[in-house]
């Protein structure tokens, strides 16, 4: 490296550096959550129930299983969850509901997209103390219970879109809870859980950084050039 180089080499850096060290804390980045379990555990997941259920990690994937008509969920995450997306693959789809749960409270307060496996439909089904007498939106979906199905949620403000293979399906609107845990649910049914991807501006994970990992990862890079 040449004079000219190196001077140019430390007053980048320095920009760089001073730059990064104003720059908020992870809670101030959007932050990604990934888990593909093939690591073997459900390791950052806990189970709530209304009935005994099992959840295992089989082949890969997330498995949960209910034989009642009620509510078992595995959650992750905050209470202070601010979320902006929730995607996930499922297969090995058995019995009569699943859902995508976020904004979780407790077992009778969260918002939630469900999968109508009998009636191949996606129905919108918050629970504010109980549930209501007819679901807020539903859509009719492309299901084959011999393939894997991608379904996403997309949160801006208090309007939930859900998407089934990335097709937008319907949205609803729901102002009772403005953050919380996020969660997969089964009722009266069985379904395999892979390749989670939660984002939000508050939300740690895989993908998340801090300011000063960024200032570590960066000095690396001009240091070896």
């Keep these: 490296m040449n004079a000219n180089s190196s001077t140019i080499f430390h007053c ?7 730059t990064l060290l104003f720059l908020p804390t992870t809670a101030g980045w ?3 959550f990934t888990d593909d379990f093939n690591d073997g555990n459900a390791d950052g997941w806990t189970i709530v129930e209304n009935a005994a259920s099992e959840w295992k990690v089989i082949n890969g994937g997330y498995h949960g299983s209910i034989a009642d008509g009620t509510e078992s969920i595995a959650l992750t995450g905050e209470v202070d969850w601010d979320v902006e997306s929730i995607e996930v693959k499922i297969r090995d789809v058995q019995g009569e509901w699943l859902a995508l749960i976020w904004r979780y409270q407790d077992l009778n307060n969260f918002d939630s997209w469900w999968f109508n496996i009998a009636g191949g439909a ?5 629970k504010v103390s109980a549930y209501e007498g007819a679901a ?3 859509g009719a979906v492309p299901f084959d219970p011999a393939k894997e199905f991608t379904f ?14 990335g097709q937008k399906i319907g949205t609803y609107t ?3 809870f403005a953050a919380g845990q996020v ?12 390749d989670v991807v939660i984002t939000g501006p508050n939300i740690s ?3 998340a950084v801090s300011a000063s990992g960024k200032i570590t990862t960066v000095w690396g890079k001009l240091k070896a050039q």
Aim: a negative charge.
């Design 152 to 165: 996403k949620v997309v949160i801006k403000g208090n309007d939930f879109d859900a998407f089934f293979d």
């Design 205 to 207: 994970g895989a993908a």
């Design 30 to 32: 959007t932050g990604t």
């Design 136 to 138: 807020r939106a539903s």
């Design 183 to 194: 969660g997969f649910l089964v009722w009266a049914g069985s379904a395999t859980f892979d």
């Design 12 to 18: 980048c850096l320095s920009v760089i550096v001073a």
């Design 174 to 176: 729901n102002d009772a």
């Design 122 to 126: 996606l129905e919108a089904w918050p």
